[in-house]
């Protein structure tokens, strides 16, 4: 079964760099959430997504910028790096808009800031 | 703030036993229950949903919810080598598309 596309798997910025992560859903997936976990941490919710407009709002750095496109795929866009950005990106997807829908994670994008 | 707790192990189990992890959240108000497996460096894998009180069996796992205690448990029969990891229990507590709230989980491991 298809599974949830990040991409790039890896990358490595500088300080005050910019980055963009790219997620791609499961087929027929409406819903898209980003989450940053950081080493030894659990999964940190940053912002969703349904039907492209913005869902929900967790921790997410004003630094920090997302969106949902017409093919369902969704961008974050982070800016002016910092060191302690480094970690795991994960994006989910899932069918809907209920909070009984499973989110399935994809890969993930591991951030290296230098 | 919602918090969910659980014990962070290590838990070692004997090959074949059961293992019972347990997770505890605080927002009375949450309705979506999930157990996330996550090997080292790779993604969370869903496990098991459970959004109504009592057990919920799929396999060699078993959920159990007890809302009014605010308890959620996953058991794992048989267990064997490769269920070594870190296990999340994650909560939602409604309203459309939320973010999960995940505890720090709990590491098991499967002794040979």
């Known amino acids: 079964a298809a599974g949830v596309i990040q991409s790039p798997r890896h990358l490595i910025k500088e300080k005050r760099e910019t980055a963009t992560l790219k997620c791609y859903p499961i087929?027929?997936?409406?819903?898209v959430y980003w989450y940053q976990q950081g080493p030894g941490q659990d999964p940190q919710f940053l912002i969703s997504?349904?039907?492209?407009?913005?869902?929900d709002k967790g921790s997410i750095p004003d630094r920090f910028s997302a969106q949902q496109f017409s093919d369902y795929h969704s961008e974050l866009n982070m800016s002016s790096l910092e060191l302690g950005d480094s970690a795991l990106y994960f994006c989910?997807?899932?069918?809907?808009?209920?909070?009984?829908?499973?989110?399935?994670f994809g890969p993930g994008t591991r951030l290296t800031v230098l | 703030q919602k918090e969910v707790e659980q014990n962070s192990g290590p838990l070692s189990v004997p090959e074949g036993a059961i293992a019972s992890l347990n997770c505890t959240y605080s927002?009375?108000?949450?309705?979506?229950f999930f157990w996330y497996r996550q090997y080292s460096g790779k993604s969370p894998e869903l496990i098991m949903s459970i959004y109504s009180n009592g057990d919920k069996e799929d396999g060699r796992f078993t959920a159990q919810l007890n809302k009014a205690s605010q308890y959620v448990s996953l058991l794992i029969r048989d267990s064997q080598p490769s269920d070594s990891a870190t296990y999340l229990c994650a909560v939602d507590s409604g309203g459309g598309a939320d973010g999960l709230t995940f505890g720090k989980g709990t590491h098991l491991i499967i002794q040979p």
């Open positions: 927002d009375r108000g949450s309705q979506s």
């Open positions: 989910a997807s899932s069918l809907g808009f209920s909070s009984y829908n499973e989110q399935f």
């Open positions: 997504f349904y039907e492209k407009m913005q869902s």
């Open positions: 087929p027929r997936h409406d819903t």
